[in-house]
């Protein structure tokens, strides 16, 4: 499946953006679906993730009740919407299809990743 992610841009500190990944790909309403970011000079970590059916959401404790991520099969896309910003939310936001999930977390470690998408958050 191949995935093309939209929607960053700089916004400022409590504000709100949008992010969506568009995904190419018969299969695509069979696999979980993830969101990871990758700050400058930071290893790259987990922020949310859905399963196939869109039943359940995982999130990072760092982004609860602040981002929610949703998916429309029929669209073949997923979304992140990210509310009350901050400047640590800063970073480059990629898309994952079928992201590992080992030892009660999930992984950077994907079947296949979108191209990315930068969001700046301004203080």
């Known amino acids: 499946v191949q995935l093309q992610a939209s929607g960053g841009g700089l916004v400022q500190a409590g504000g709100s953006l949008r992010l969506s990944c568009a995904a190419s790909?018969?299969?695509?309403?069979?696999?979980?679906m993830g969101w990871f970011r990758q700050a400058p000079g930071k290893e790259r970590e987990f922020v949310a993730a859905?399963?196939?059916?869109?039943?359940?959401?995982y999130y990072a404790d760092s982004v609860k009740g602040r981002f929610t991520m949703s998916r429309d099969n029929a669209k073949r896309s997923v979304y992140l919407q990210m509310d009350s910003l901050k400047p640590e939310d800063t970073a480059v936001y990629y898309c994952a299809a079928d992201p590992t999930y080992f030892s009660g977390t999930f992984q950077a470690s994907a079947r296949s990743w979108g191209q990315g998408t930068q969001v700046t958050v301004s203080s």
């Open positions: 859905v399963t196939w059916s869109g039943g359940r959401k």
């Open positions: 790909g018969r299969t695509f309403a069979t696999l979980d």
